[in-house]
């Protein structure tokens, strides 16, 4: 006798690191361990994220480690369940391609983010800390997804934006922003996070969920054609997923505390949470 099926409810961008997600589901490697696996995208990114989360509209999400880890410090019932993605995220930084401005010139310039509290919110805070602008007086214009921000670069109604950087390199290529360089995150960038009422409920089925993406993450680079396949999905050039996948490596493991506490000093440099927490009030071991 069959096991009663779990319905499982997860969000993530809809970018090239969660396709591993997509083949799991596609291939049925969930729906064999009785899980009915519901992906939704979300192009807002951590920051609409944690608010499903905090709406139970999701059970799960693949969250930006800083926006997650910020969020839990601040009191959402969110924990980690794993590191996803091990190696760090490359933020493109992007401006409007007739405007003569360097990286130097955006200290006062106003910065497109998809959410406050989202990655694209966060890295252009750590950019802006990195070159020692003053934060306080950072401006910023909401525009909730890649195209928002590219729209308000086009209208004026902002400056610049931080991106990831192989999604936004099409409309580099296509001549519709200028690319003025990258600021990598100085930690793993991806972390796979789940409401804290759902996990302490459901740990023996996230636990089969955790095993089963991770077999997945395990062979993914290894798969015949996978660079095609990554190009076709999300239309970018295969040169581009090959420098991609070189620099990207998946994670089966939990999340370091050195990691977490890196993430935090970051965190508190920047004036967004106000003391250090040890990596228990962060994770969950399953």
């Not at 209208?155 to 200028?178: C, I, N």
């Amino acid at each position: 006798m069959n096991s009663p099926t779990i319905r499982i409810k997860i969000g993530g961008v809809p970018e090239h690191f969660n396709y591993p997600w997509h083949q799991g589901i596609q291939n049925g490697l969930f729906e064999e361990q009785d899980i009915e696996l519901e992906w939704q995208d979300m192009p807002g990114g951590t920051g609409q994220m944690s608010e499903a989360l905090e709406k139970k509209e999701l059970d799960l999400a693949i969250m930006l480690t800083e926006g997650c880890l910020l969020k839990i410090n601040q009191g959402s019932s969110i924990q980690v369940l794993q590191q996803y993605i091990a190696s760090p995220l490359f933020w493109g930084i992007y401006v409007h391609p007739d405007h003569d401005i360097t990286r130097n010139d955006l200290a006062d310039k106003t910065a497109a983010i998809s959410r406050f509290g989202s990655g694209s919110h966060l890295m252009a805070i750590v950019n802006a800390k990195q070159n020692n602008w003053p934060t306080h007086k950072m401006n910023f214009h909401q525009a909730d997804n890649l195209n928002g921000a590219i729209q308000s670069i086009q209208s004026g109604s902002a400056d610049y934006f931080l991106w990831e950087h192989f999604m936004t390199k099409p409309y580099v290529d296509r001549g519709q922003l200028k690319f003025l360089g990258d600021c990598p995150t100085p930690w793993p960038c991806f972390v796979i996070a789940g409401r804290t009422d759902f996990v302490e409920k459901h740990q023996k089925e996230i636990k089969v969920l955790r095993q089963t993406i991770n077999q997945i993450t395990e062979k993914f680079k290894a798969q015949a054609q996978i660079i095609d396949l990554l190009a076709d999905k999300y239309n970018l050039e295969t040169n581009d997923v090959t420098e991609w996948l070189e620099l990207t490596e998946w994670s089966q493991q939990q999340i370091s505390g050195s990691s977490i506490e890196k993430v935090q000093h970051y965190l508190k440099a920047i004036d967004l949470i106000d003391q250090i927490e040890d990596k228990k009030f962060y994770t969950i071991d399953l």
